[in-house]
T-cell receptor, first 114, second 113 residues
C-alpha cells in the first residue's frame, strides 16, 4: 500500500531530552513537510524539504531540526530548546506534477512532556 | 506571506440539510491551488476537494462543491445532504507558487441527527 507512515503514535519527552519523530513515504513524492497542530490554531509549518539534502525553515522552526538524506524519509527532532513541545505533529508530502499538486498526510504523532 | 481565514470556528447542520463553510485568503499570486481538508476525531487529514485558480469552473466531488470567487479571494465549501460522518474539523488551505501550503484555523462542523 502506498502512503505516509509516522511513528510513534505517542511520544513522551522528559525535560532536556531530544526526541525524534519518524516520517516515511513510499509515494515517490518530491516534497515533504512537518506541521505542528495546537488546539484552535490550525496547522503551522515547522520545516519543509523540496528535494533530498535540502530543506527550509517554516514559520515556527525554532527548537526543531530535520534532515532529508533519502527521498522517502524526513525525520523531525524536537530539541531541548523547544520549551513547549506538547502538540500533535503531522507529516505530509506532495509531488511536483502539473495537475497533481496535492498534499497528503500521515496519521500524526502526539508528543507529550513528562 | 499568504494568509487563509476561516471566520466560522463552529458550525452545525441538521442531517440531510446543506451547510456552507467560508474561507477567504490573501495573495498577490495569480496561479495557485486551493483545498479543503477534513480532520475527523481520528485526526487523519483527508482531502475533500481542490480547485485550480486558473479554472473558472467550480470543483465538485459528490456531495461536496465549492464556490470559488477569484476576484473576491473567497473559497467556500458546500456540503449537501449532510451525513453524520461529515462531522469533523474542516480546514481550508492555499498552495503557493513556491509549493508551500498555508492553512486556516479550521471550522468544527457538528451534524445533528
Amino acid at each position: 500500500d502506498g502512503g505516509i507512515t509516522q511513528s510513534p503514535k505517542y511520544l513522551f519527552r522528559k525535560e532536556g531530552q531530544n526526541v525524534t519523530l519518524s516520517c516515511e513515504q513510499n509515494l515517490n513524492h518530491d516534497a515533504m513537510y512537518w506541521y505542528r497542530q495546537d488546539p484552535g490554531q490550525g496547522l503551522r509549518l515547522i520545516y519543509y524539504s523540496q528535494i533530498v539534502n535540502d530543506f527550509q525553515k517554516g514559520d515556527i522552526a525554532e527548537g526543531y531540526s530535520v534532515s532529508r538524506e533519502k527521498k522517502e524519509s524526513f525525520p523531525l527532532t524536537v530539541t531541548s530548546a523547544q520549551k513547549n513541545p506538547t502538540a500533535f505533529y503531522l507529516c505530509a508530502s506532495s509531488i511536483f506534477l502539473a495537475g497533481a499538486e496535492t498534499q497528503y498526510f500521515g496519521p500524526g504523532t502526539r508528543l507529550l512532556v513528562l | 506571506a499568504q494568509t487563509v481565514t476561516q471566520s466560522q470556528p463552529e458550525m452545525s447542520v441538521q442531517e440531510a440539510e446543506t451547510v456552507t463553510l467560508s474561507c477567504t485568503y490573501d495573495t498577490s499570486e495569480s496561479d495557485y491551488y486551493l483545498f479543503w481538508y477534513k480532520q475527523p476525531p481520528s485526526r487523519q487529514m483527508i482531502l475533500v476537494i481542490r480547485q485550480e485558480a486558473y479554472k473558472q469552473q467550480n470543483a465538485t466531488e459528490n456531495r461536496f462543491s465549492v464556490n470559488f470567487q477569484k476576484a473576491a479571494k473567497s473559497f467556500s465549501l458546500k456540503i449537501s445532504d449532510s451525513q453524520l460522518g461529515d462531522a469533523a474539523m474542516y480546514f481550508c488551505a492555499y498552495r503557493s507558487d513556491g509549493n508551500q501550503f498555508y492553512f486556516g484555523t479550521g471550522t468544527s462542523l457538528t451534524v445533528i441527527p
